[in-house]
């Protein structure tokens, strides 16, 4: 069993619609959560990061953390087809090296 | 200013040659890191540098892998003997720290015939 997973989608969704993507982990030493969006062949880049438990929002994003129930959410507001790009959670314990755990990615389309 | 840049951007080697990927990361930046993202597996670790420590090359999948940083700023991953199953893009990331956010940069896409 993988570490961190997350349903691989696709996910399709009409432009305005409300997106909510989903991890769940299994080790409870991470404590830093992030978002990354990826869109085709480009390198991933940072939506969100949460540190612990809580919710996050920055304009149509919204990040939420459950660490008891070891489930992160990641919520897009009216939603545009410029939206539409791989999201990948990620996570780390803020060891000595930081490396991120990754999810498989959910890939989304939104349809204008 | 610039963000993470490798090279080359595409790949397309034979099975059995070594092949060298380069990263330069983000100036000032002290922590680099390489990922490998293959398809259905999402980006997996593979060396971490901090500054003039010991890297963790911990996630290493075999001793064909190898990276260096020279001088604390670029980074070479080499894959000595390709095989096709080494076929990912080679993700580098970059951060000021260990704790800070880390850059990615566009990767490079190996293909191994």
């Known amino acids: 069993q993988k570490e961190v997973e997350q349903d691989p989608g696709p996910l399709s969704v009409p432009e305005g619609a409300i997106v909510s993507l989903n991890c769940t982990y299994s080790?409870?030493?991470?404590?830093?959560f992030m978002w990354y969006r990826q869109y085709s062949r480009k390198g991933p880049e940072l939506l969100m990061y949460t540190y612990s438990s809580g919710n996050k929002e920055d304009g149509r994003f919204t990040a939420q953390v459950d660490k008891s129930s070891k489930y992160i959410s990641l919520f897009i507001r009216d939603s545009q087809p410029s939206d539409s790009a791989t999201y990948l959670c990620?996570?780390?314990?803020?060891?000595?090296?930081?490396?991120?755990?990754f999810g498989t990615g959910t890939l989304l389309a939104v349809q204008p | 200013g610039a963000g993470v840049s490798q090279s080359p951007s595409n790949k397309v080697t034979e099975k059995g040659k070594d092949v060298e990927l380069r990263c330069d990361p983000i100036?000032?930046?002290?922590?680099l890191y390489w990922y490998r993202q293959s398809l259905g597996q999402g980006l997996e670790f593979l060396i971490y540098f901090q500054g003039n420590s010991a890297p963790d090359k911990s996630g290493l999948p075999s001793d064909r892998f190898s990276a260096e940083r020279t001088g604390g700023s670029v980074s070479t991953l080499t894959i000595q003997r390709t095989q096709q199953e080494d076929s990912a893009v080679y993700l580098c990331a970059s951060s000021w720290a260990k704790a800070d956010t880390q850059y990615f940069g566009p990767g490079t896409r190996l293909t191994v015939l």
């Open positions: 080790n409870s030493a991470f404590q830093y």
């Open positions: 100036s000032g930046h002290t922590a």
């Open positions: 990620a996570m780390s314990d803020g060891s000595a090296t930081n490396k991120l755990i």
